[in-house]
Structure formats: C-alpha cells, structure tokens
C-alpha cells in the first residue's frame, strides 16, 4: 500500500494499493467498515437475479440472493454470517428437491413430488375362438326412409362486360456509349 501525501490543505490522503501484495496485513488491522448493497436484474430471457447484503461495524453480516427462471423455478438463499459462522436457508421449487438439513443449511422445497411411473402391464395370450361361419343373404327388400334436406336456392351473380381499350405501345431504341463502361474495356498488356 502507498500513501500519497495531499499537495493542498484541501485535498484528503489517498491509499494506492499495487499489485505485489506488499502492506495487504494493514489492512487486517482496519476495523471493520459498514456497507449495504443490493441489485435485482432481469435479462432478456426472462432469468431474474437478485443480491443483497449489509455488514455492521462487528463485520456480522445479513443477506440474501434469488434465482428466478422464465419457467418459475426459484431458489431463494437468506443467510447470515456472525462470530458463530455461515448460517443459510434455502427455499426453493426446484423439481427434486425435498424439505431437508443438508450441509447446515435448512432446505424448504415446494416442489412438486412426481408420482412414480406405473409398472407396464404385460399382455396375456388370448384364447383362440372358432371363426364365425357365413350365411347367405336370403331376403333383401327396401325401406321407405323419411329424410329432408334443406333446399338452398342458387342464383348466378350479374356480371358487368368491360370492353377493353386497345394499348398503344412502341420500341424505343437508345443508344448507350459502351466505352463509358469499365467491362467493356480489354486489358492493355
């Protein structure tokens, strides 16, 4: 770390610190500075981010960060952090995820327990019947059916004749300069 010396009465100290590692244990020294800071983002997926912390002057530190997904899938982690340790719980839809104590951390999971796949059922072989012997037909006659149908009335559409006027067109021709043109220039050796 370097201390730059203020050239005016009105100019505050400054701490430079270079990339050696020099003078870094002053630092353990410095009493512990209190700070909060938070942010919440939403990319152009739809994915949410969010984090936000505060420390004491004790250095004990309260906070939390989520993760949320265009599906809904969240986790949302809310900890502290004090002279006893890292303290977490986790809440969370994750899809396998349970309510449990893992690694000193509570899990609250709203997940939703899929049911397990029923065992497939194995076909049995079916007993073979005798075949169905054909009769000849011997008596047909007709039936009178009642049935109507609606009746929709066609009619054709009047048609206007439009006579056409005969177009008068001509060819026009136009004389183009063809050595105004670079492709039509042959190389010079």
């Not at 100290?13 to 270079?18: A, M, S, V």
């Not at 909060?36 to 530190?61: M, Q």
């Amino acid at each position: 770390m370097m201390v730059v010396k203020p050239t005016s009465s009105t100019d505050d100290w400054l701490l430079c610190e270079h990339g050696t590692g020099e003078g870094l244990g002053a630092r353990d020294n410095m009493p512990p500075q209190p700070y909060s800071f938070s942010f919440d983002n939403t990319d152009e997926f739809g994915t949410r981010l969010t984090r936000e912390e505060t420390s004491d002057a004790n250095n004990f530190k309260v906070g939390s960060y989520s993760y949320v997904d265009a599906t809904g899938v969240t986790r949302t982690v809310r900890y502290t952090a004090d002279a006893d340790g890292f303290h977490a719980t986790v809440e969370t839809n994750e899809p396998g995820t349970k309510t449990s104590g893992a690694a000193d951390a509570l899990y609250s999971s709203s997940a939703v327990e899929v049911a397990p796949v029923p065992t497939p059922v194995v076909a049995k072989p079916v007993a073979v019947v005798a075949p169905v012997k054909s009769v000849p037909v011997t008596a047909v006659r007709p039936v009178p059916v009642a049935a109507s149908y609606p009746t929709h009335a066609v009619q054709a559409v009047p048609i206007a004749t439009v006579a056409a006027r005969p177009v008068a067109f001509a060819h026009r021709v136009v004389p183009v300069p063809v050595g105004a043109y670079p492709f039509g220039k042959a190389k010079s050796a």
